[in-house]
């Protein structure tokens, strides 16, 4: 059996998340797809964690990755949730999108977080359930809300060439957390109430006050990224966000940021000078839309 599962795009609240802040996450239309009939080529640590010693299908996930590696759009959650979701239609499990989502869920989530020591888990959730969502962390688990983002912005994905590891930035902001904890405190707090006051416009459609909280969110993060010794916000992040600011939009890094994956949100397209300086920079856009179908059979 083939299962597939999208990558994620997290919009709103890296960082904060991991506070108990609303995070905007949505699916993108870039796959993983595990097929059961074919022998594993390799087994990714995520996997591992959820199966043990028992046989992994084969996964193809190049359309999550580049030249250079991943691409920052959850490629670890989305083999993860395709792999499970193979082998549960393999098991028995009915085909519906929302039944199969259900059945992989809460073990993608177990495995994911054991594998990378921890995290908010809304890139698992955002694969296996699909669409828009508002996601928070809570005692009892994740918590998520669908929501339709403002149909009046323009929405692109730009990939930097350079692939970060989302372990190492929480491990640098942990470390900030623990040597100058008020200092912490103060960024996590403007991340925090910018986060929530995102989701608050998101829900609500408020396009633009989407675009001031985003606002916040970017230059709180490059100031979080600056304290804690990290380039969260990358000087090319920074210098088209500068741009995209004159002109009343907004550039930022994509979840833990590092130059992988950023996100232009404006009123309209980037003006011709931000897109000449983002080609100057070797930034490519990628062609995908949001709100893409959740784990499904292929």
């Known amino acids: 059996m083939r299962a597939r599962a999208p990558g994620k795009l997290v919009i709103s609240g890296a960082y904060a998340v991991l506070r108990g802040a609303p995070a905007i996450v949505t699916a993108v239309t870039r ?3 595990a097929d059961t009939a074919r022998p594993a080529e390799r087994v990714t640590p995520e996997v591992r964690a959820a199966l043990g010693t028992a046989a992994a299908p084969w996964f193809d ?3 999550l990755r580049g030249p250079k590696g991943k691409l920052g759009l959850g490629s670890s959650a989305a083999i993860l949730v395709a792999s499970l979701a193979a082998l549960a239609l393999d098991a028995g499990a009915t085909g519906d999108d929302a039944s199969l989502a259900g059945a992989v869920l809460e073990r993608a989530l177990d495995a994911h977080r054991v594998a990378q020591g921890g995290g908010s888990g809304v890139d698992v959730l955002c694969s296996a359930l699909g669409g828009s969502l508002v996601a928070r962390r ?3 688990g994740l918590v998520s809300d669908r929501i339709a983002l403002p149909g009046a912005l323009s ?3 730009w990939a930097g060439g350079a692939p970060a590891s989302t372990a190492h930035f929480v491990a640098k902001v942990e470390e900030l957390a623990a040597r100058e904890p008020s ?4 960024h996590m707090a403007s991340l925090c109430t910018a986060a929530a006051e995102a989701a608050a416009a998101a829900s609500a459609g408020r396009a633009g006050d989407l675009l001031t909280h985003l606002d916040a969110q970017r230059r709180g993060l490059g100031a979080l990224g ?3 010794g990290v380039e969260i916000v990358t000087a090319d992040v920074a210098e088209l966000g ?3 600011a004159r002109e009343g939009a907004v550039v930022l890094p994509s979840g833990a940021g590092g130059g992988d994956v950023a996100l232009f949100v404006g009123r309209g397209p980037p003006s011709a000078e931000l897109c000449a300086r983002r080609s100057a920079l070797g930034h490519a856009v990628l062609e995908l839309s949001l ?3 959740g784990v499904h059979a292929w």
């Open 61 to 63: 996930a190049s359309e």
């Open 291 to 293: 709100g893409a179908r």
């Open 226 to 228: 600056q304290a804690a």
């Open 242 to 244: 500068a741009i995209a």
């Open 183 to 186: 200092r912490f405190e103060t």
């Open 31 to 33: 796959y993983a797809i």
């Open 155 to 157: 929405w692109e994905v």
């Open 138 to 140: 809570s005692a009892g």
